[in-house]
């Protein structure tokens, strides 16, 4: 068993995602232990995903906890388009200083998922209120997690447990906070 760096809960040793919480799992190139950013904290080695080629894990890894934080993304960023046939889904309110560069299978949520640092003084965003999903057949889709202030998408309250497709443009409300989505 292994400890999630992100809820501390025990998962299976050869998880890919936190089945807790739905952080993706970073493992070390070196020592091969779990955790995050993007150099291990126990040796230095690269923090990667398993089982990709290491360019594009090391672009990954960057992705998806290196620019997870407040502010806009660097202007040197190279990561537009799609990436091994998976589109990049961008979620950002600039007003509230919120850029997400989102995970397959993050959830979304004031306690829980990788990006709590948006949502953890949002007193209307569940600890678990969404999660993003990517599937081949019909792109990036949002499932509402039974949230307490619900999710809309254009202005439409969708039900729990329902995945709907996320469209570049479209407008996602997490409770009380609209979220542009920009998929490239």
């Known amino acids: 068993m292994i400890i999630c760096p992100t809820c501390k809960e025990e998962i299976d040793d050869d998880s890919r995602y936190c089945d807790q919480c739905g952080q993706a799992l970073l493992y070390c190139n070196q020592c091969?232990?779990?955790?995050?950013?993007?150099?291990?904290?126990?040796c230095g080695g690269l923090m990667v995903v398993p089982g990709k080629e290491a360019q594009q894990a090391q672009m990954e890894s960057v992705a998806s906890v290196g620019y997870a934080t407040y502010g806009s993304i660097r202007p040197d960023d190279s990561r537009s388009g799609a990436q091994g046939g998976m589109p990049v889904l961008t979620l950002a309110n600039d007003s509230l200083n919120i850029r997400i560069v989102a995970m397959n299978g993050a959830i979304i949520g004031r306690r829980k998922g990788p990006y709590t640092q948006f949502f953890e003084k949002q007193a209307y965003v569940s600890g678990v209120h969404a999660q993003l999903l990517f599937k081949p057949e019909t792109g990036w889709c949002v499932v509402d997690k039974h949230s307490s202030n619900g999710t809309k998408l254009n202005q439409r309250q969708i039900q729990p447990d329902v995945d709907m497709t996320l469209n570049n443009g479209d407008v996602l409300a997490i409770a009380n906070v609209n979220l542009q989505v920009i998929i490239r």
């Open 32 to 42: 091969g232990r779990v955790g995050v950013g993007r150099r291990c904290t126990y």
